[in-house]
């Protein structure tokens, strides 16, 4: 699932000395956790400590700058630990309530968003997005030809449906069948990795609008192609409620769950906690990123105006996990109701048929989901879903054991498989399971 996201590029060398584990810190937003037959709600204290070990070997290691990992069972904290450093050049230690950049993590509040809609009337699954953006009434395909490129029309509209499962053939605009005329356009290769728009300085419509007018790599429902397909969705969504994606996000998602630390962009009082970004060398050790599009990026001091329903937000650790563990519940979380259940089990099963994998996992309207425990390697139960982000960060949410898994870091490029690792770490702990 990472190699959807990440991507690969060499850098300088920067030696991270050891530090201390950061104890977890208890706060009020998450119940505590409760004894059970297995320990803390039927997980091994002893075998949890194993998570200390490997995430603090890949801070010695100099493998990442920091982390923070948060595991909830039935919405109460098994595990919460923080490690390394948040921001190793200011002598900053990482600590549990550090922001992060969540890149496509977005996809999941945004996807959440519009389904929100669709369940006010306001759009419909089958809708196509011509109804709301009348630039991709005719949208277009390039192809590979004996002599190079063609330029095809697109069989049928794109819909809403199809943005929701990445398969409109919308890419990043990496491919180099396209790369050149998406980098004339700002897109592409000329925004950092293809998915970053923090630094431009007009609305996401605009944006998206422009990518309209540029050729796609498949035709819609063809094949899986993970691209700007959640930043059309942002546009939907500020078309439709008639406010910025900020705006709806806020008033749909993180206000009413009380996620006080989820934004596009960090106010600057919160500037503090932001995590610096690293990024892996050639011999897998951490160098900090440079500035821009492909490293720290301009989500304090940027213009403010581009709000990539992609890839655009910041969170913590503990505020993502409220999102997760309202999905977790069937669309609610302390009275605050989201979604119905109904909505929510849509989302989270098989929309895609074999067309995002065919060795067990599948995809539904935001999430890939396990269809089968050990498909490609994943220890997590039958119907767990999750994603990622640029930065390294990941989760899981798996219904039958009642588990949330968050883990955060910023690495970007990254060559570290940590990451991967965290679930195993965390269900090898689990010592009286439900399923």
Known sequence: MASRWLAALPMFVLAIQRVPMVEAQQTAVMPSAKEGRGGANGFDPARLTRIDSALQRAVDRAEIGGAVALVL????????????????????RMT??????????????TSVAIMSLVEEGKIALNDPVSKFLPAFGQTTVAVHTDTGRAIVPARRRITIRDLLT????????????????????????????????????????LTMERLALLPFVAQPGERFVYGY?????????????GASLDEVIRTRITGPLGMKDTYFFLPTEKRGRLTAVYASGADMKVARATDGPRGQGNYVDGPRRSFSGGAGLLSTARDYARFLQMLLNGGALDGARILGPKTVALMTTNQTDTLYSRTGQAFGLGFSIVERPGADGRVESEGTFGWGGAYGSTYNVD?????????MMQLLPSRSDIGAKFPMLVYQALVDPRS
């Open 229 to 241: 397909n959640t930043d059309i969705l942002g546009c939907i969504a500020e078309r439709v409620a």
């Open 96 to 109: 549990t309530d550090a922001i992060f950049r969540i890149a496509s993590q977005t996809k999941a509040l």
């Open 73 to 92: 069972r039935d919405g109460q904290t098994v595990y919460e630990r923080a490690f390394g450093w948040a921001d190793r050049e200011a002598n900053r």
């Open 399 to 407: 219904p039958k054991e009642r588990l949330v898994l968050v883990f």
């Open 166 to 205: 990445h398969t409109a053939g919308i890419s990043y605009g990496t491919d180099s069948l396209i790369s050149g005329m998406y980098a004339a356009a700002g897109l592409g290769p000329a925004a950092g990795f293809g998915w970053y728009t923090a630094d431009k300085n007009e609305s996401i419509c």
